[in-house]
């Protein structure tokens, strides 16, 4: 049985983080969370977590707040395909970076958990990616963001700060309020009537199998320093569509927009948002277009070989999201 611990989460609230924290609790360690609101956190009270009132864009407080603990597993960041200012990005994804790994240096703690992504590594020349592969252009704020962000651990790092690193694929599972569950949504409600970039694909991972890497990662005792892709299952766009269809009984949609009318469609759909200062037609913008056509594939076997992560089929993560909606 692993020796219990005080461990300090950031993004307990989140998709990851909200089945990561009962995780931990069930295994017997003591969690601390990091929120911007503890009045709303209510569910995390109710377990027993402690709740720290701050923000990672705000230093003032975090190493006193994380002070005491063993552990910093960081989740917090801000994911979105589309923002009109994308400061936001910087603001959290980088300096939410070196305020956290500051402040866990400051407090000593014995080991962080920081949670990437796979668009870190951008558009590899190395397909597909492994732990070790270069990293390529990046086609969008968030994406840079996130491995601006990692060249922040890696600084924290080379300074003595003991990391370890995930980098998750295309995270799914029920009640996903992100990019994929968006995603799903529009087409298991018939709001999506473009098919676009469709021999570009992820690497798909049920949001279950990420929140139980990140606490075998963080209980292996020889592992500081190591880096590891999560997930395994790769589905091009097309391929995954049709398991949308499939699984809610609902047609595909009807047109499909070769890769450069797609991508000229999407900015044209951008600048009409900007004119009219309504949410992006079909969440289709720039951004969300070379997303979809950058893509990324792995199917690392080192957190199967080094944690015994086991994982569980796209299809059950992507029916059990379908289950919760209202048809």
């Known amino acids: ?23 931990l ?37 975090l190493a006193e707040g994380m002070r005491g603990a063993d552990w910093l597993l960081h989740l917090a960041n801000h994911y979105s395909l589309h923002e009109r200012d994308e400061s936001i990005f910087a603001h959290v994804n980088v300096q939410g970076n070196r305020n956290v790994m500051q402040a866990a240096l400051d407090a000593a703690v014995e080991k962080v958990v920081h949670i990437s992504s796979g668009v870190s590594y951008g558009v ?7 732990e070790d592969s270069r990293v390529g252009p990046h086609p969008n704020a968030y994406w ?18 003991p990391v370890v690193t995930l980098y998750p694929g295309a995270v ?19 709001r999506q009537v473009l098919r676009a970039f469709e021999g570009s694909g992820f690497t798909f991972v049920h949001v279950e199998d990420v929140a139980e890497a990140i606490v075998r990662a963080a209980e292996r005792e020889d592992n500081v320093g190591e880096r590891y892709l999560i997930g395994q299952e790769y589905l091009t766009n097309r ?22 009318l797609a991508h000229a469609s999407a900015a044209f ?12 037609l079909l969440g289709f913008t720039g951004n ?28 059950q993560a992507v029916a059990e999201d379908i289950a919760t909606l209202t048809l």
């Open 269 to 280: 759909l951008e600048k009409l948002e900007k004119w009219t200062g309504l949410p992006p």
């Open 144 to 161: 840079r963001t996130k491995h601006a962000g990692d060249e922040v651990v890696q600084s924290f790092k080379d300074q003595g700060l």
């Open 1 to 23: 049985m692993t020796t219990s611990r005080i461990i300090f989460v950031t993004g307990a609230t989140g998709f990851i983080g909200s089945r990561l924290v009962p995780r």
């Open 288 to 315: 969300s277009a070379r997303h979809l056509a950058a893509g990324f594939r792995f199917g690392s076997s080192k957190a199967k070989d080094e944690l015994g992560l086991m994982y569980t089929p796209v299809r």
């Open 239 to 260: 391929a995954f569509v049709e398991l949308v269809a499939e699984l809610s009984g609902r047609p595909m949609p009807p047109i499909v927009l070769p890769d450069r």
């Open 25 to 61: 609790l069930k295994r017997g360690h003591t969690v601390k969370a990091l929120v911007r609101h503890p009045e709303q956190a209510g569910r995390l009270r109710a377990l027993g977590v402690q709740l720290q009132s701050g923000d990672v864009t705000r230093p003032d407080g």
């Open 124 to 130: 590899s020349p190395d397909q597909p990616l492994r």
């Open 172 to 190: 799914v599972g029920p009640g996903d309020p992100n990019a994929t569950g968006q995603w799903i949504r529009r087409l298991v409600r018939q």
